[in-house]
């Protein structure tokens, strides 16, 4: 039930939110963390999930695939839950050379790894056709600046 579907930030407070709420409680009640799952333009609800409880909210797509400014999204609700994701499957993992993908993942971090609370991944898999040496360049940036940005 994503924005990305077509839903309006409207419809979706009034119809999805309440059952995310209850699902929230629930597993909470069982004393395990609540992850969602978003890979379309969600910034409107960041703040509506957090509210709800949710521990941690995936997948952040960046524009052009989506609409999440990370460091705003940091700002915002970065202390009440974890954030995953940002970093551009398409634009940057599959189509941006080795040197620009280590820039991507060190401005993604630089955005979202201060204070805790962030996982670095991509904005949803990593496709089929995806160079080798982009996955790597990209493992290999998460890998050099993990901590610098703590």
Avoid at 44 to 69: E, N, R
Avoid at 105 to 129: C, E, M, P
Wanted: charged share 20%; net charge negative; aromatic share 8%.
């Amino acid at each position: 039930f994503s924005l990305g579907a077509g839903w309006s930030p409207g419809i979706y407070r009034q119809a999805f939110l309440p059952l995310i709420r209850e699902c929230v409680q629930l597993v909470h009640e069982h004393g395990l963390l609540y992850h969602l799952y978003d890979d379309g333009g969600c910034a409107a609800l960041l703040a509506d999930w957090a509210d709800a409880g949710v521990d941690c909210v995936s997948t952040l797509p960046p524009p052009p695939m989506g609409d999440v400014d990370l460091a705003g999204a940091k700002r915002g609700i970065g202390d009440r839950v974890c954030l995953k994701g940002n970093v551009d499957l398409f634009n940057v993992i599959m189509l941006m050379k080795p040197d620009q993908i280590r820039e991507a993942v060190r401005q993604t971090l630089q955005a979202g790894a201060r204070g805790g609370r962030f996982i670095l991944s991509t904005s949803d898999s990593i496709r089929n056709g995806t160079p080798i040496g982009n996955v790597r360049a990209y493992m290999e940036a998460g890998r050099e600046f993990a901590t610098i940005y703590l």
